[in-house]
């Protein structure tokens, strides 16, 4: 298949999962789908026609485009979004599929909103913050980092920087872990 046709079909299968058509989770959708859902400080996506980009940490991640249409799909579960709209869906962590390694989560709200550009998705804990967003906010930016000389109690080293969680924690950028701040 060319790369062309490729992102034809991902687009008209984000553009069916925006119109409420059931989009099946495939099982290479899920690990993305954890990260945007487990983090307690939220997360954030954007679709475009040639592309998926995921923030959830440092900076952006760039995702094969053939993982959006399941994970929008999922999101939505069966939402329509009309162009220009937005949808704001609660996600109870018992209906996402289990991958060994990664912790259980409780409710979490998402948020997609859908422009002729792009589809923006946003994870958060609360509903509140979602209400409050538009299509035309930028979801790059919104994470806070300090830089600290202090190794993370967990594994020992000292990152480039941490990032600063809504709770105040912080999250160590070598492994992951989360610890109370100094």
């Known amino acids: 298949m060319s790369e062309e046709s490729l992102l034809d079909e991902c687009h008209a299968a984000v553009r069916a999962a925006l119109r409420g058509e059931p989009i099946p989770l495939q099982p290479s959708d899920t ?17 475009t026609r040639s592309s998926l980009v995921a923030w959830y940490g440092r900076g952006g991640t760039r995702y094969d ?38 912790p259980a989560f409780g409710v979490r709200y998402v ?10 998705i946003r994870v958060r804990t609360s509903e509140a913050p979602l209400a409050e967003l538009g299509p035309d906010v930028p979801i790059e930016g919104r994470h806070c980092f300090v830089v600290l000389d202090r190794a993370c109690p967990h594994c020992g080293r000292v990152p480039e920087r941490y990032r600063v969680l809504t709770s105040g924690a912080y999250v160590c ?6 610890m109370p701040p100094p």
């Open 65 to 102: 485009l053939r993982v959006a249409p399941g994970v929008l799909g999922f999101l939505l579960g069966g939402a329509v979004v009309a162009e220009g709209r937005h949808v704001i869906r609660r996600i109870d962590g018992a209906s996402v599929p289990r991958l060994s390694g990664f």
């Open 173 to 178: 950028l070598a492994c992951g872990a989360s």
């Open 31 to 47: 690990k993305m789908l954890w990260y945007m859902l487990h983090g307690e400080a939220g997360s954030d996506a954007a679709i």
């Open 111 to 120: 948020r997609v909103d859908t422009t002729p550009e792009q589809t923006l």
